[in-house]
């Protein structure tokens, strides 16, 4: 092949790293529909095939941080390569997979993919030209609520005509197009501003298995019994591990994560809405899935086939996408701290209106298209204002860490909802018309939680700043730190 001149290259740059964003996105909703067929065609229980989930998060839990601070360093490219190789095994085992066991080493495998979007976050960074580099950073950051919404209807499609192994082996074929498209457009390293310094193994091991502590308790806490030994001496683990983490990393030159960086408030602002929208955002998904798939008998089920249930999604990304149009055109006349609380708003909204009606399609869809332009919103907003806040060398670190805290944050909304409904089933082994509710109704108090300390710490910055220009966005987040 000829090499692309350096105007070509330098052009097609973000949509080369959006595809890629997208493509990791995609693999990553890969599961959540296909639960009770795995179950089914794997000859494992319901509870069992939901490791497939568990596993996947864990994984990605561990690996987004890593994979964050490896892109602060001088072989961005390369990383990104080898993280798509990995997550192309790892489908490839999870299509061909002749077991249980084998599967779940797949789905370990394509745990990787949380991580990609941070990569790339840095490449764009670090390669686009200035007045570009907020354009990019916002349109990557929303990949992961439009990978959503395309991800479950093809899920659906594609299993329900030619069964789950088909849908794996095409997130394979498209992470071959990905890894093309990385491997010929994306500027090849070293990257000579990049940070080359020893890593900071110790720490990565202390924050990987804090996390997986703290995600294994609260994933299968319901299970196990949230009183049980096993469940609280999980969560004791994880408070042990990371608190030594973070003793250890306020201490030594080259941290994992720095957190330093982490306590600037806008980076903490961030970090915090991460936490409380991931959780309400995985309720309200959740759900709403089960809603889709629930026979009419339940009273709420809207009873749909597995090949239309995953089109339940595809207005979250139809709203994302178009959210995230709206944000980059207001994004000079509006602050980004205003963002925040106007996503939590549309969020909370839509996380209100499921808690009152939710037993028809169209509710169900209009929600979903709330909660993609609330999620597009926010996740327009979060990595743009850490990016005006943290130095080029500490942008992968900062942005996968928060990265991290959407998905410990989703992770507790999933198991608190599964919690809600395990404690209101049926005789039909379904949960109940009320169990139901409650759980939205838990989702969205947390929705209200999140968007009233938001709109305070708004109010109070305005008290405090005025209407002066200087507390305007600037024109290019890089210069603005």
């Given amino acids: 092949m000829r090499p692309l001149s350096k105007r070509t290259e330098r052009s097609l740059l973000l949509p080369a790293l959006v595809y890629t964003a997208l493509t990791s996105a995609i693999v990553s909703s890969l599961g959540m529909l296909l639960v009770p067929t795995i179950a089914e065609e794997l000859s494992v229980s319901v509870s069992s095939a939901q490791w497939m989930l568990t596993i996947n998060l864990l994984v ?16 961005k490219k390369r990383l990104l390569l080898v993280s798509l190789a990995t997550i192309l095994v790892g489908s490839a085992l999870a ?73 794996f082996a095409f997130a394979a074929v498209f ?27 110790f720490g990565a091991i202390l924050l990987g298995a804090g996390l997986a502590a703290l995600l294994v308790a609260v994933s299968e806490g319901s299970n196990w019994g949230w009183s049980s030994a096993w469940t609280l001496s999980c969560f004791l683990a994880a408070a042990v591990l990371l608190a030594g983490w973070a003793f250890v990393e306020l201490r030594i030159p080259n941290p994992l994560v720095n957190l330093r960086v982490v306590r600037n408030k806008d980076v903490l602002l961030a970090n915090g809405t991460a936490i409380g929208l991931g959780a309400a955002m995985y309720i309200g998904l959740s759900v709403s899935s089960l809603i889709a798939q629930s026979p009419t008998s339940t009273g709420y089920g809207i009873a749909l086939p597995l090949f ?18 709206v944000v980059r055109a207001l994004a000079r006349r509006i602050r980004l701290t205003t963002l925040l609380p106007l996503g939590a708003g549309v969020m909370t909204v839509s996380a209100f209106l499921l808690w009152f009606e939710h037993d028809r399609l169209w509710e169900i869809l209009v929600g979903m298209f709330l909660f993609g332009i609330g999620m597009g919103t926010t996740y327009a907003a979060m990595p743009a204002l850490i990016a ?18 959407r998905t410990v944050g989703g992770a507790f909304g999933s198991a608190l909802s599964g919690a809600v409904l395990a404690a ?31 709109a305070v710490n708004h109010v109070r910055s305005r008290a405090r700043k005025g209407e002066a220009p200087s507390s305007k966005v600037p024109h290019n987040v890089s210069s603005s730190r």
Avoid at 120 to 148: M, N, P
Avoid at 435 to 447: E, H, K, Q, Y
Wanted: charged share 15%; aromatic share 8%.
């Fill in 60 to 75: 990605g839990a561990v690996a987004t941080p890593i994979m964050g601070r490896l892109s602060d360093g001088p072989h």
């Fill in 308 to 325: 239309w249930a995953g089109f339940v999604m595809l207005p979250l990304s139809v709203g994302s996408f178009g959210a995230n149009r």
């Fill in 95 to 167: 299509a061909c997979a002749p077991n249980f066991t084998v599967f779940l080493i797949g789905r370990a495998l394509q745990g990787l993919s949380y991580g990609i979007v941070p990569v790339t976050i840095a490449l764009a960074r670090r390669y686009l030209a200035e007045d570009k580099v907020r354009v990019g950073i916002s349109s990557l950051s929303v990949t992961v609520s439009t990978g959503l919404g395309i991800g479950y209807p093809l899920t659906g499609i594609l299993a329900s005509a030619a069964g789950f192994r088909a849908a």
């Fill in 424 to 454: 209101h089933m049926g005789a039909d082994l379904h949960p109940t018309d009320g169990g139901i509710t409650l759980a939205f109704a838990v989702g969205a108090c947390g929705s209200v939680i999140v968007f009233a300390a938001l």
């Fill in 175 to 201: 992470l071959v197009t990905a890894s093309i498209v990385v491997w010929r457009i994306v500027p090849n390293g070293p990257d000579e501003r990049g940070l080359r310094r020893r890593f900071d193994t």
């Fill in 388 to 405: 005006r806040s943290v130095a080029d060398t500490e942008l992968g670190s900062a942005v996968s860490f928060n990265q991290v805290l």
